[in-house]
């Protein structure tokens, strides 16, 4: 089917926008580059380019948007159909910009480049990419790579457990925002531990940030070390001897009975500095959609659509993570003004 005007103006212009993202990333200006220089990309399409998709651009008047080459070996990272497109115009040279970074990084910035513009990569294309930066960067999260390959992270968490290789399961990961994060709290919570006896005047914050855990954990930590415990709760060495933690365990604290929760929540609806400021009443509204009955609690999981619980129970687990983390920033305060 032959391509009319707009659609190739749409094509240049993603590949444009895509061009003015790339210059604002650690390449070099663009420059004419002889196309008998440049070696085939390592490309993450699995069946090669498109020879529809070459003819496309070929026929496109005009300089292609620049492409990009890695320096170090001289292989088109981004580009393979602007550069096959180049030899079917009879073009001796093209517009390029390169990167200085190892294969492996040039492998990822490949993946992404096709991912945000161009002609899209296939689902398997993206399955064999994502597979290949678990490999290549375990200590990546499965968010990050996820949007590096343009996938859900839940794919990509699958792909990793079904990889099979425990270099692949590294004990902390790194997220999209550079900031590292431990998948088991076992490790910190024991250098922790050495931390508070061979400097028992250390801050939370200190040990916290040194051993790679949360203030809360830290205190935890350090109450247990005071009180000659083991650092690590129950819990924590049966998750890392890989048995069964019953689902009572997961919880930091006991549950709040019922009556108990009522009685608080009431007695804070009643403050005054919580309901005559706006940050105390949004706390209280919070507050009030958790003070449900058990029963209306099973009435909304009897009436939830089965296609919509996986969903709703990491949502679910999230938002209890997120209490979980404000409860350990309420006791860190309450301890500091006490």
């Not at 030899?87 to 990084?105: H, K, M, P, T």
């Not at 009955?293 to 919509?308: I, K, S």
Request: aromatic residues 2%.
């Amino acid at each position: 089917m032959p391509w009319d005007d707009e659609e190739c103006d749409n094509v240049i212009e993603r590949n444009r926008s895509g061009d003015k993202e790339n210059a604002l990333d650690g390449l070099s200006p663009a420059v004419d580059v002889p196309v008998e220089v440049l070696l085939p990309a390592d490309s993450p399409r699995l069946d090669g380019e498109s020879d529809e998709h070459v003819r496309m651009l070929a026929a496109i008047e005009g300089p292609l948007p620049p492409i990009i080459v890695h320096r170090p070996t001289m292989r088109v990272i981004d580009g393979m159909h602007r550069v096959r497109a180049a030899l079917l115009r009879g073009d001796g040279e093209v517009a390029a910009r390169f990167y200085d970074g190892d294969e492996e990084s040039a492998f990822v910035r490949a993946v992404k480049a096709n991912v945000t513009h161009g002609l899209p990569l296939s689902q398997a294309d993206r399955e064999a990419a994502a597979r290949r930066i678990i490999g290549s960067h375990p200590e990546w999260s499965d968010r990050s790579i996820a949007a590096a390959t343009g996938m859900a992270a839940e794919t990509v968490a699958a792909l990793r457990r079904r990889s099979g290789d425990r270099a692949a399961q590294p004990i902390a990961r790194i997220g999209r925002d550079g900031r590292v994060r431990p998948l088991s709290s076992a490790e910190g919570r024991r250098k922790a531990g050495e931390l508070f006896a061979d400097r028992p005047g250390a801050t939370l914050r200190e040990v916290a940030r040194a051993a790679g855990i949360s203030v809360g954990t830290a205190r935890d930590v350090r109450d247990r070390v005071r009180r000659g415990e083991d650092p690590l709760p129950d819990r924590v060495r049966e998750r890392e001897a890989g048995a069964p933690t019953p689902p009572t365990a997961l919880c930091a604290a006991p549950a709040l009975p019922d009556g108990d929760f009522a009685r608080l929540l009431d007695n804070l609806r009643r403050d005054p500095t919580l309901r005559l400021t706006e940050s105390g009443r949004a706390l209280l509204r919070l507050l009030t959609v958790q003070a449900m009955r058990p029963e209306d609690w099973g009435l909304l999981v009897r009436a939830t659509p089965a296609h919509c619980l996986p969903a709703l129970s990491k949502l679910a687990r999230g938002c209890a993570d997120k209490w979980a983390q404000l409860a350990e920033e309420f006791d860190e305060r309450a301890r500091a003004t006490a």
